[in-house]
Each structure stands twice: as C-alpha cells, then as structure tokens.
C-alpha cells in the first residue's frame, strides 16, 4: 500500500517538496517558460518536447501521483481538465487535436514524483506512445 504524504505535509513544504523539481518551477527556484498560471495550477513548456506543442500543467500543491490526492481535493483533476482546454483552444490546437497524458507511477512512465499532465499537439500522434 502506498503510504500518502498528508495534506499538513503538503502545505507546509514537508521533505518531499524540498527535492521536488517542479515545487521549485512553482516557487520560481528554477527557471521555466511559463504560459499559464492560477492559483491552482502552473503550464509551462516541457524541456524536452516531444510535439511541436508540448506544455506540462502541474497543481500548485505537491501530490505525488493519482493516488496520493485525498478524496476531498479531487476538484484538482477537474481544474487541470479544464486549464488544458483553455489552452488547446488558445493554441490553436482544439480544430486539429490534442493529446492530454498523465502517467502514474514508475511502470506507468512517471518520471518526477509530482503529479502533471502533458498536453501535446502540433503534430499527427501515434499510438501507443513510446
């Protein structure tokens, strides 16, 4: 079972955030193009696109994956949703398609420990990915 960082952790920056490279993104620590910001959410391109549209939107408070948000802060999924269609349709990618990805955990192609959605467009994607 995996064990869920608590939301009293979360706020206060507990030892996860610490190392987290998109909790630094979000603090401005490191340095990203960012295209959109809330105050849930950031989108910001990806370092290493793999579209011509690449952007990675990412919630302001650390969740380790899926799993680890509490049933009651599920809204955050809605609002992400909702921030990649805003941006696709402000991007021009709506009329031609889009694709929106999470992967959760190792096997599933996680690579930061902070949960994040791409959204990629700008070109033909082929399935399945990598």
Avoid at 9 to 14: I, M, V
Avoid at 73 to 98: M, P, R, T, W, Y
Wanted: hydrophobic letters at 35%.
């Amino acid at each position: 079972m995996l064990k869920s960082i608590s939301k009293k952790e979360r706020n206060r920056g507990g030892e996860r955030m610490v190392d987290c490279i998109f909790c630094k993104i979000i603090k401005g620590e490191i340095e990203s193009q960012r295209i959109y910001e809330d105050d849930k959410v950031v989108a910001f391109k990806d370092i290493d696109p793999q579209a011509p549209t690449h952007l990675l939107i990412i919630p302001k408070v650390h969740y380790s994956n899926l799993l680890d948000i509490p049933e009651d802060e599920l809204n955050i999924l809605v609002h992400i949703h909702s921030v990649a269609i805003k941006l696709a349709k402000d991007l021009g990618l709506a009329d031609k398609g889009f694709r929106i990805v999470n992967n959760c955990g190792k096997e599933g192609g996680q690579s930061v420990d902070h949960i994040h959605y791409h959204l990629l467009g700008g070109r033909q994607l082929t399935w399945p990915p990598g």
